[in-house]
């Protein structure tokens, strides 16, 4: 089956510094790339829609410029957390849809900013 | 907007009892209805579904969409401990994905 990569799988910051988490499909073209978080027990809540080379769509109540989305290739996407605070610290994940699933996800990245 | 509900949201059953989870779903521009299982970090794929009346299957569980009712169910028999997680209900649309709130299934031996 088709493999997403996500990485890191666990990252600490410091506040107020920035981390890029990056999402690879490593076997199939992923024209769309989707961004999650997920708050503990809770399911996940889209972030953004990313599109190989255009600019990524976001989801209402999510910030652009703080959440900075960038889908450079069909098989790379990353997300920038700038300036991260404590509030920031969350599980996220990507997922890319590809012809023949909608989606596959990446293993997740749990990010905690002290 | 779009929206997908699961129920029940949380059930707890004895290994080798037989499940079935609902989902229900609105989702303009339907292109599929996915289910995933879920343990501690991401989602694992189940099943995409995308006809109607047509059983998917794998080993013990199996589900089934009705596009006319706008309703999937994920069956799992024999149920194990390992089974214990949330599962995931997802509409797919031509542009996003819709999750359930998801139903977390609990097997004690």
């Known amino acids: 089956g088709a493999v997403v990569s996500q990485h890191p799988s666990r990252v600490i910051c410091k506040s107020g510094t920035s981390v890029k988490i990056e999402c690879r499909s490593l076997d199939f073209q992923a024209t769309t790339m989707f961004w999650y978080r997920q708050f503990p027990k809770q399911s996940l809540m889209l972030m953004a829609t990313?599109?190989?080379?255009?600019?990524?769509?976001?989801e209402q109540g999510v910030e652009k410029d703080k959440f900075l989305i960038n889908h450079a290739s069909l098989t790379l996407s990353t997300l920038t957390v700038t300036s991260a605070h404590p509030e920031d610290s969350s599980f996220y994940i990507c997922s890319a849809r590809d012809s023949g699933v909608d989606a596959f996800f990446g293993q997740g990245t749990r990010l905690t900013v002290v | 907007e779009d929206k997908v509900v699961q129920s029940p949201l949380s059930l707890v059953v004895h290994e080798g009892d037989t499940v079935t989870l609902n989902c229900s779903y609105e989702v303009t521009n339907f292109r599929s209805l996915l289910w995933y299982k879920q343990e501690k970090k991401a989602p694992t794929f189940l099943f995409m579904l995308?006809?109607?009346?047509i059983e998917k299957k794998s080993g013990r569980l199996s589900s089934i969409l009705d596009k006319k009712e706008l309703f999937s169910i994920l069956n799992i028999t024999a149920t194990q401990t390992g089974d214990s997680a949330v599962y995931l209900c997802?509409?797919?649309?031509?542009?996003?994905?819709?999750f359930g709130k998801g139903t977390l299934l609990t097997v004690n031996p």
């Open positions: 995308t006809s109607s009346g």
């Open positions: 990313s599109n190989e080379g255009s600019k990524a769509t976001y």
């Open positions: 997802v509409g797919g649309s031509n542009y996003k994905l819709t």
